[in-house]
Every structure is written in structure tokens, then in C-alpha cells.
């Protein structure tokens, strides 16, 4: 199986900050990379797909890079509404999986 | 409008059986993927399983595979999961979740049913 690993685990930033997560495949996954923003009590919300394309009605302030096996998720200024748990997930493989998550806390 | 409901979690005991179902609407069922995720209480998410569009590819993640069964009716815009010898483990909230293929994530999901497997 292919393992996400994403880093960090938390982190905590401050309204208007430059936000970046990063997610690396233990195998090369190509652009099969997709990033979900969740909220407490909510199902996930698809924010970029094919690792840096961006989903209708997706604020352009997220935005995705990388191929291969590294990958980052950036936010570029930090709205109240972002704070939440993010998740990137692959779709290369068979067997598709999720990163353990990263979650973003008020300053 | 676009809409997933997913229905029939609840309380079973461990080595029970539960069917899930989705019920898709707003859009042309028969011509995405669909997916269930699921995430345990205090988790991430799981990715559980997926059906290609026509029922002729399905995949499982291992943790399931031999257990759960996913199905789909196209003519009743329905996705199935049937989940047999129940573990403490599946304890989860189970989203279903629309995929339009592998390259293009699951954009639309349901507000999850949960399901608890306790004695």
C-alpha cells in the first residue's frame, strides 16, 4: 500500500498568515493527489484535485503543487472559515489512502 | 440540488451484519465512481471502498476486503454497502462519496451514517 504522510500534524497560525502543509507518497503517485478541508461534525469538502487543480467555488486563496511524491497544500492568507482539519489522498493506486491529517488552529 | 443521504447505520453486535445505502439525486448516478469513506470516532479518514460506474470494477481496502460487500443500482440511483462479520474496529461515521474518476477526487458527499459495533 502507498502511505501519506503529512506534515505537520497541527499547527496553529494567525488570521491573514501564509499557510503550508506538506503531504509525501511513499511511492511515486504521479498528479493522483487530492486535498479535503473537514470541519468538526462535517463531511470533507474537495478543495484541489490532480494535485494542483482547483475545485469549483474553491476560494483562490488554496492552491496545490507537486507531483511524484512530495506534495503541498498552501493557503495564502488565513480566513477564520480555514480553520480546520486537512487531509490530503491518493488516488494512483488500487488501494487508495488518505494522510493522517493536519489540523489548523487559531493563534 | 446535487445531494448523497446515506441511511441504515446504528448499534450491532460484533460478527452482525449491516447493509448501508446512499441515495444519490440531482445528478446522472450511472456516470460517476462511487465511494465509501469512513472515519472512527476521533480519527482520520478511511477510504473503505469504490464501485466504477458500471459495477464492472470494485476495490476494497484491506482492513475490509473478505468482509464488505459494495453494490450499486444504476436504475435506482443507489450505492450499497454490505457489512458482514462487524469488528469494534468498524465503529465510524460511513460517508458515501461521488468520484467522477481517479483523477478528479470525490466532490460531492453525504452527511455520514454511524455505525457502532458493541456487545
Known amino acids: 500500500d502507498i502511505q501519506m504522510t503529512q506534515s505537520p500534524s497541527s499547527l496553529s497560525a494567525s488570521v491573514g498568515d501564509r499557510v503550508t502543509i506538506t503531504c509525501r507518497a511513499s511511492?511515486?503517485?504521479?498528479?493522483?493527489l487530492n486535498w479535503y478541508q473537514q470541519k468538526p461534525g462535517k463531511a470533507p469538502k474537495l478543495l484541489i484535485y490532480?494535485?494542483?487543480s482547483l475545485q469549483s467555488g474553491v476560494p483562490s486563496r488554496f492552491s496545490g503543487s507537486g507531483s511524484g511524491t512530495d506534495f503541498t497544500l498552501t493557503i495564502s492568507s488565513l480566513q477564520p472559515e480555514d480553520f480546520a482539519t486537512y487531509y490530503c489522498?491518493?488516488?494512483?493506486?488500487?488501494?487508495?489512502?488518505f494522510g493522517q491529517g493536519t489540523k489548523v488552529e487559531i493563534k | 440540488q446535487v445531494q448523497l443521504v446515506e441511511s441504515g447505520g446504528g448499534l450491532v453486535k460484533p460478527g452482525g451484519s449491516l447493509r448501508l445505502s446512499c441515495a444519490a439525486s440531482?445528478?446522472?448516478?450511472?456516470?460517476?465512481?462511487m465511494n465509501w469513506i469512513r472515519q472512527a470516532p476521533g480519527k482520520g479518514l478511511e477510504w473503505v471502498s469504490y464501485?466504477?460506474?458500471?459495477?464492472?470494477?470494485?476495490n476494497y481496502a484491506d482492513s475490509v476486503k473478505g468482509r464488505f460487500t459494495i453494490s450499486r443500482d444504476n436504475a435506482k440511483n443507489s450505492l450499497y454497502l454490505q457489512m458482514n462479520s462487524l469488528r469494534a474496529e468498524d465503529t465510524a461515521v460511513y460517508y458515501c462519496?461521488?468520484?467522477?474518476?481517479?483523477?478528479?477526487?470525490?466532490?460531492?458527499w453525504g452527511q455520514g451514517t454511524t455505525v457502532t459495533v458493541s456487545s
Open positions: 462519496a461521488r468520484m467522477y474518476g481517479e483523477y478528479y477526487g470525490m466532490d460531492v
Open positions: 440531482g445528478f446522472t448516478f450511472s456516470d460517476y465512481y
Open positions: 464501485i466504477s460506474s458500471s459495477s464492472s470494477y470494485t
Open positions: 511511492q511515486s503517485i504521479s498528479s493522483y
Open positions: 490532480a494535485a494542483s
Open positions: 489522498q491518493q488516488t494512483y493506486s488500487t488501494l487508495w489512502t
